[in-house]
């Protein structure tokens, strides 16, 4: 029984093996007839229509060509111009040439003397000889001389006598020239900088590079620039960059030089006299000042109050537990989270930035306008959008709670929704984008 199993088990495995032969077989000839039509057919059509339409007609204009130089010289054969036509003739010409150019040169090396290098080929034979003719003053003194300056001031020459210095010795060359002697160069220091400059972000920059480029401390890059310690840094990014180390200050009403300088830890005298003010009181509002060597305050330490350990499910099941963030107006979009920590940049792949936090980070507009969409969206998942006016929208994604519905209007800072993984999403974060004029840009570059 187990024999007769194992024979019909070969049959089997037999007949498997010629049906896996046969299809190889069809899959060849399959591939054969593809490559014959879809390759090697066009490349007959190709190569047929070059050969017609280029080659025959290049070919007839060839023969038509030769034909026609023949027709003008067969009748000179055996007389003068059949041949002044050949290339024998041209090449005795050419070398007839050579001779006698080299044999003009050998002369004109050997009467060099008489009438000057006028030769190529002998001035390059020939060694360059030069003779040096030093001219000095035939008098060590002169008696002083006085003159008239625009000025209208009488100014005396001194008398040159022996303690004098010699004067540099002028050169003359056999042909004429005159070289003149060496002179002490005058070294002007560079200027400092005294305008702000905008720095863009070069791949593999750091600030510490940026701040070592421009004569500066590292930190007065990250206080201009409201940066933190563990802030990052993107190619294409503009740094604003002082021009020395310390910080600058916008005037508000009702500020004086010397509050300014106590504040920021500088002296008066040295705010006045980097930025060219008559006197202290001669600052405007709203006008920019560079504080050399200041230190912005210290912001006040945040007082921590104990919390519920219930007090995150409270957040997250609760629309009035989120708080508002405090409006940070200027020419930047507000930052939508209070993380600023980035897991992954904006690239031409991945249209937006993300960044991190947990399930009852609060997501705030970056602006001031209408929601335009609040809901599910594919990839997105729970996504909010906010139409600011001016073809500017930003997009916020992966949510888990919406605070807003389409149609409502949002203030900067304002709390709209929670900070999910809802959609196409590994963790915990917000993908957030900046939409102008129906493009998706780097939203760095706004905020």
Same mark, same amino acid.
């Given at each position: 029984m187990e024999k007769e199993i194992s024979i019909q088990l070969k049959k089997n495995l037999v007949h498997l093996l010629v049906i896996f032969l046969k299809l190889l077989i069809f899959l060849g000839k399959a591939v054969s007839l593809l490559c014959r039509y879809l390759i090697i057919k066009p490349l007959e059509i190709i190569g047929k229509f070059i050969f017609?339409?280029?080659?025959?007609?290049?070919?007839?204009?060839?023969?038509?060509?030769?034909?026609?130089?023949?027709?003008?010289?067969?009748?000179?054969?055996?007389?003068?111009?059949?041949?002044?036509?050949?290339?024998?003739?041209?090449?005795?010409?050419?070398?007839l040439l050579a001779i006698l150019v080299v044999t003009n040169s050998l002369n004109a090396k050997e009467t060099n003397e008489e009438f000057g290098q006028t030769s190529l080929l002998a001035s390059l034979v020939q060694p360059f000889q030069e003779g040096m003719i030093t001219e000095t003053s035939d008098s060590a003194s002169q008696t002083a001389t006085s003159f008239m300056e625009t000025s209208g001031n009488v100014v005396g020459v001194p008398k040159m006598g022996e303690?004098?210095?010699?004067?540099?010795?002028?050169?003359?060359?056999?042909?004429?020239?005159?070289?003149?002697?060496?002179?002490?160069?005058?070294?002007?220091?560079?200027?400092?900088r005294e305008e702000v400059i905008y720095h863009e972000v070069q791949g593999g920059e750091?600030?510490?590079?940026?701040?070592?480029?421009?004569?500066?401390?590292?930190d007065t890059i990250l206080w201009e620039n409201k940066l933190g310690p563990r802030d990052f840094i993107k190619p294409g990014q503009k740094l604003t960059i002082l021009p020395t180390?310390?910080?600058?200050?916008?005037?508000?009403?009702?500020?004086?030089?010397?509050?300014?300088?106590?504040k920021y830890s500088v002296d008066v005298n040295g705010i006045?006299?980097?930025?060219?003010?008559?006197?202290?009181?001669?600052?405007?509002?709203?006008?920019?000042?560079?504080?050399?060597?200041?230190?912005?305050?210290?912001?006040?330490?945040?007082?921590i109050e104990p919390r519920s350990r219930f007090a995150s499910l409270q957040d997250f099941f609760s629309p009035t537990g989120a708080v508002d963030a405090t409006p940070n107006y200027g020419t930047n979009?507000?930052?939508?989270?209070?993380?600023?920590?980035?897991?992954?940049?904006?690239?031409?792949? !991945?249209?937006? #930035?993300? *960044?991190? %936090?947990?399930?009852?980070? +609060?997501?705030?507009?970056?602006?001031?306008?209408?929601?335009?969409?609040?809901?599910w969206q594919s990839g997105y998942g729970l996504r909010i959008v906010v139409n600011h006016g001016n073809g500017i929208k930003t997009l916020y994604g992966h949510?888990?709670?919406?605070?807003?519905?389409?149609?409502?209007?949002?203030s900067r800072g304002q709390t709209i929704a929670t900070m999910g993984c809802t959609g196409w999403c590994?963790?915990?974060?917000? !993908?957030?984008? #900046?939409? *102008?004029? %129906?493009?998706?840009?780097? +939203?760095?570059?706004?905020?």
């Amino acid at each position: 029984m187990e024999k007769e199993i194992s024979i019909q088990l070969k049959k089997n495995l037999v007949h498997l093996l010629v049906i896996f032969l046969k299809l190889l077989i069809f899959l060849g000839k399959a591939v054969s007839l593809l490559c014959r039509y879809l390759i090697i057919k066009p490349l007959e059509i190709i190569g047929k229509f070059i050969f017609q339409f280029f080659v025959v007609r290049l070919y007839k204009i060839y023969l038509l060509a030769k034909n026609q130089i023949r027709a003008i010289y067969r009748p000179a054969k055996g007389k003068l111009l059949y041949p002044l036509s050949t290339r024998y003739i041209v090449h005795a010409l050419v070398i007839l040439l050579a001779i006698l150019v080299v044999t003009n040169s050998l002369n004109a090396k050997e009467t060099n003397e008489e009438f000057g290098q006028t030769s190529l080929l002998a001035s390059l034979v020939q060694p360059f000889q030069e003779g040096m003719i030093t001219e000095t003053s035939d008098s060590a003194s002169q008696t002083a001389t006085s003159f008239m300056e625009t000025s209208g001031n009488v100014v005396g020459v001194p008398k040159m006598g022996e303690g004098t210095e010699p004067k540099e010795e002028a050169t003359v060359t056999k042909e004429g020239a005159i070289i003149k002697p060496n002179l002490v160069a005058t070294t002007i220091g560079e200027r400092p900088r005294e305008e702000v400059i905008y720095h863009e972000v070069q791949g593999g920059e750091t600030v510490s590079e940026i701040a070592a480029r421009y004569g500066i401390s590292t930190d007065t890059i990250l206080w201009e620039n409201k940066l933190g310690p563990r802030d990052f840094i993107k190619p294409g990014q503009k740094l604003t960059i002082l021009p020395t180390s310390g910080a600058s200050y916008q005037v508000k009403s009702g500020d004086t030089l010397e509050k300014i300088a106590q504040k920021y830890s500088v002296d008066v005298n040295g705010i006045i006299d980097f930025n060219n003010l008559p006197a202290a009181e001669a600052i405007l509002v709203d006008q920019i000042l560079i504080l050399p060597g200041g230190t912005p305050p210290a912001p006040p330490t945040p007082v921590i109050e104990p919390r519920s350990r219930f007090a995150s499910l409270q957040d997250f099941f609760s629309p009035t537990g989120a708080v508002d963030a405090t409006p940070n107006y200027g020419t930047n979009l507000q930052w939508p989270t209070p993380s600023r920590k980035i897991n992954q940049y904006f690239s031409w792949r !991945h249209t937006g #930035v993300d *960044i991190d %936090g947990t399930y009852t980070s +609060p997501i705030y507009a970056a602006d001031t306008g209408r929601v335009e969409a609040a809901g599910w969206q594919s990839g997105y998942g729970l996504r909010i959008v906010v139409n600011h006016g001016n073809g500017i929208k930003t997009l916020y994604g992966h949510l888990s709670k919406t605070h807003v519905s389409v149609g409502d209007s949002v203030s900067r800072g304002q709390t709209i929704a929670t900070m999910g993984c809802t959609g196409w999403c590994t963790g915990t974060h917000l !993908h957030f984008e #900046v939409i *102008i004029g %129906g493009r998706k840009l780097n +939203p760095l570059n706004y905020l």
